[in-house]
C-alpha cells in the first residue's frame, strides 16, 4: 500500500513527534486530539491538516475525514487504546493499518474483542525513542531518527500490511524490529520498565531521606542521569506496570537478587566479587554500545 495520509491520535511527545516525522517524510498528517492548543499549535507548525479534530467534539461528523488515513497511529496512554480505537473504528478507512505506540503489547491483543471494519488491521508497535517530557512543546522531528522500531503482528495480519508498516517507520528514520507480543513485554520489561522502577524508587527513596532539597544540592551527573526518567508521565507508567506487571516483577525479583549479592560483598568488604558483579555490569555495557542497544527481535531491511 502506497502511503500518502496518516493520522496521529495522541500529539503529546511520542505523537506530535510522529506527526512532525511523517509530515517531513512527505505524508500528510492528521492531528486528533483532546486539546484545541495542542491542535492550533500543531497546525501553526504546518505539521497537521486542516481536516484535524478533537476527539471530545459531540458531532462525530468530525469523524469523517479519518476515513482517509491509511495508517492510524493511536499515541496515547495503554489503557486508553482499546476504548479510544473502539470509538473510532466506525470511521477506519477499508484496508488501514491501525498502530499504537504503547509500551506492552499482550493486553493489547487480548483486549481487542470487537470486530474491526473490513480489511483493516491491528498491528502493535512501540518506539524505542521517547523523554521524561511530556506534550507536543517537547515533541521533536528526529525523536524516531536510527531508533529500534518494535512491531508486533500477529498470524492474522497480512504480510501487506506488515510491510506497509515497516517502510513507514523506516520512512522516519526508525529501524523496524519484528517481535512477538509476549517476547516483546518480556525484553521491555528489563530494558525500559525496570530502569523505570529504578528510577523511581531510588529518586523517591532519597526524596524521603532529603524533603528539603539540601543533599540535592550537591548531586552530580551520577545521580541525575539515574533519576532523571522518574520526571516521567505518571498516567503513562501507571498503565504500563498495571498491564505488564507480572514480568515487571520477575525483573524486580532479580534486580533484587543482584543488590543483595553487591550488598553482601561489601558488607563482607570482598573485594573480588565486588570486581566481578562491577566487569559483569562493564560488560554488559558494552555489548549495548557495540550493537546499537538493537534488540533480540528481527532486525527488519
Known amino acids: 500500500m502506497n502511503v500518502e495520509k496518516a493520522a496521529v491520535v495522541g500529539l503529546g511527545v511520542i505523537g506530535g513527534s510522529l506527526a512532525k516525522a511523517l ?8 492531528g486528533i486530539d483532546m ?3 495542542t491542535l492550533l499549535k500543531a497546525r501553526k507548525d504546518g505539521v497537521i491538516s486542516h481536516d484535524s479534530f478533537n476527539i471530545n467534539e459531540g458531532d462525530e461528523k468530525y469523524f469523517e475525514p479519518l476515513k482517509k488515513a491509511d495508517v492510524v ?12 480505537m473502539r470509538r473510532l473504528a466506525p470511521f477506519f478507512k477499508k484496508d488501514a493499518v491501525v498502530t499504537d505506540t504503547g509500551g506492552t503489547k499482550r493486553f493489547l491483543v487480548n483486549s481487542i474483542n470487537f470486530e474491526l471494519p473490513e480489511g483493516v488491521e491491528f498491528i502493535g508497535g512501540h518506539p524505542m525513542a521517547g523523554s521524561e517530557k511530556s506534550g507536543y512543546d517537547h515533541s521533536r522531528e528526529d525523536l524516531f531518527l536510527n531508533a529500534p522500531y518494535i512491531l508486533t503482528p500477529t498470524p492474522e495480519n497480512t504480510k501487506t500490511s ?11 528514520g526508525a529501524i523496524p524490529y519484528v517481535v512477538a507480543a509476549e517476547e516483546h513485554d518480556r525484553i521491555i520489561a528489563a530494558v525500559s520498565h525496570l530502569p523505570q522502577v529504578v528510577a523511581t524508587s531510588l529518586a523517591a527513596a532519597i526524596g524521603e531521606l532529603d524533603e528539603g532539597g539540601e543533599w540535592l544540592k550537591l548531586a552530580g551527573r551520577g545521580f541525575k542521569d539515574t533519576t532523571r526518567i522518574a520526571a516521567s508521565s505518571f498516567k503513562i507508567w501507571r498503565d504500563v506496570f498495571i498491564t505488564n ?3 515487571i ?15 553482601e560483598a561489601i558488607e ?21 554500545e557495540n550493537c546499537g542497544g538493537g534488540h533480540r527481535g528481527q532486525k527488519e531491511n
Open 23 to 30: 509530515n517531513a517524510a512527505g505524508i500528510e498528517v492528521m
Open 35 to 37: 486539546d484545541d492548543e
Open 73 to 84: 497511529f493511536l499515541a496515547i496512554p495503554v489503557m486508553d487504546i482499546v476504548p479510544v
Open 162 to 172: 506488515v510491510e506497509t508498516l515497516k517502510k513507514v517507520v523506516s520512512k522516519i
Open 245 to 247: 506487571g507480572d514480568e
Open 249 to 263: 516483577i520477575k525483573m524486580i525479583r532479580l534486580y533484587e537478587k543482584k543488590l543483595e549479592e553487591l550488598a
Open 268 to 288: 563482607s568488604k570482598d573485594e573480588g566479587r565486588i570486581k566481578k558483579i562491577f566487569y559483569e555490569a562493564k560488560r554488559c555495557v558494552e555489548r549495548g
